[in-house]
């Protein structure tokens, strides 16, 4: 079986429902961190309130007339200690409410960045794999193959190791067989069975080379590459049809209409 279900899978729409979700989530991501932020921003108003009210009490204590203060030294210095301890606190208290409400902007303005590449379908500059991949998927599922070949290129080429990197180099490949970019296609298969020889797709990679290659009507092409699966790979999920079209281009070798090597 090859990768032609999967192709429709895609066709489906289960992608865009992905990212749509994503989207939602992210939504609610930022609207709670807003109102927590809302909520700190009070907390630190209530802080400096307090700070304000300690400074007033201490100035007033300050301007007694030098009889009251004599009578009252003690008293005074036990208040402005604190006072002392009080403003401490509360400034501690204000430089980690802003030190948080720091972190929680940045966390909203990533969000917020990343819910708009989303939405635009368009990768930015610190797109991680994870990203690229649903980006192209979508440009993918929507026909849009040019800009899905540019993404799954991106991903391949800065995340070569990701999970998703064999997939993407996969349906680069796809991408060029839908456009009929026949010798494209069939590097983009090459390049695959290259880098990710251990790869599911490895084997539904060489199909379509073959595909491409027939259409080229490079039939010896086509049937070297069907001849790797056979001998490689003759218990992946290429391997009947593999079979099948290696019998019909055997077939067609000697008519010059469709084969011309």
């Given at each position: 079986?090859?990768?032609?279900?999967?192709?429709?899978?895609?066709?489906?729409?289960?992608?865009?429902?992905?990212?749509?979700?994503?989207?939602?989530?992210?939504?609610?991501?930022?609207?709670?961190?807003n109102e927590r932020l809302a909520a700190k921003e009070t907390t630190l108003?209530?802080?400096?309130?307090?700070?304000?009210?300690?400074?007033?009490?201490?100035?007033?204590?300050?301007?007694?007339?030098?009889?009251?203060?004599?009578?009252?030294?003690?008293?005074?210095?036990?208040?402005?200690?604190?006072?002392?301890?009080?403003?401490?606190?509360?400034?501690?208290?204000?430089?980690?409410?802003?030190?948080?409400?720091?972190?929680?902007?940045a966390k909203v303005d990533g969000l917020e960045q990343r819910l708009a590449?989303?939405?635009?379908?368009?990768?930015?500059?610190?797109?991680?794999?994870?990203?690229?991949?649903?980006?192209?998927?979508?440009?993918?599922?929507?026909?849009?193959?040019?800009?899905?070949?540019?993404?799954?290129?991106?991903?391949?080429?800065?995340?070569?190791?990701?999970?998703?990197?064999?997939?993407?180099?996969?349906?680069?490949?796809?991408?060029?067989?839908?456009?009929?970019?026949?010798?494209?296609?069939?590097?983009?298969?090459?390049?695959?069975?290259?880098?990710?020889a251990d790869s599911d797709l490895a084997d539904d990679g060489l199909y379509?080379?073959?595909?491409?290659?027939?259409?080229?009507?490079?039939?010896?092409?086509?049937?070297?590459?069907?001849?790797?699966?056979?001998?490689?790979?003759?218990?992946?999920?290429?391997?009947?049809?593999?079979?099948?079209?290696?019998?019909?281009?055997?077939?067609?070798?000697?008519?010059?209409?469709?084969?011309?090597?």
């Amino acid at each position: 079986m090859t990768k032609l279900p999967l192709v429709l899978v895609l066709l489906s729409g289960c992608f865009w429902a992905t990212t749509k979700s994503e989207g939602d989530a992210i939504r609610k991501d930022v609207k709670s961190l807003n109102e927590r932020l809302a909520a700190k921003e009070t907390t630190l108003e209530g802080k400096i309130q307090e700070l304000e009210k300690v400074l007033a009490e201490s100035a007033k204590l300050l301007k007694r007339n030098s009889a009251d203060l004599g009578a009252d030294v003690d008293t005074l210095r036990n208040d402005v200690r604190t006072a002392n301890g009080l403003v401490t606190a509360v400034n501690n208290g204000v430089n980690e409410l802003k030190t948080e409400l720091a972190k929680m902007v940045a966390k909203v303005d990533g969000l917020e960045q990343r819910l708009a590449q989303i939405e635009s379908g368009k990768p930015s500059a610190n797109s991680g794999p994870d990203d690229l991949w649903k980006l192209g998927s979508t440009a993918f599922e929507a026909a849009r193959y040019n800009e899905a070949i540019d993404i799954f290129k991106r991903l391949v080429t800065s995340f070569p190791t990701h999970a998703r990197a064999d997939d993407a180099q996969y349906f680069r490949g796809q991408s060029y067989t839908n456009l009929k970019d026949w010798d494209k296609a069939i590097a983009a298969y090459q390049a695959l069975v290259e880098k990710y020889a251990d790869s599911d797709l490895a084997d539904d990679g060489l199909y379509f080379a073959a595909v491409a290659a027939q259409n080229l009507k490079n039939c010896t092409e086509a049937r070297a590459y069907l001849g790797v699966i056979k001998s490689k790979y003759a218990k992946g999920n290429s391997a009947k049809a593999a079979g099948e079209l290696d019998a019909t281009i055997k077939k067609d070798a000697k008519n010059k209409a469709k084969c011309t090597s």
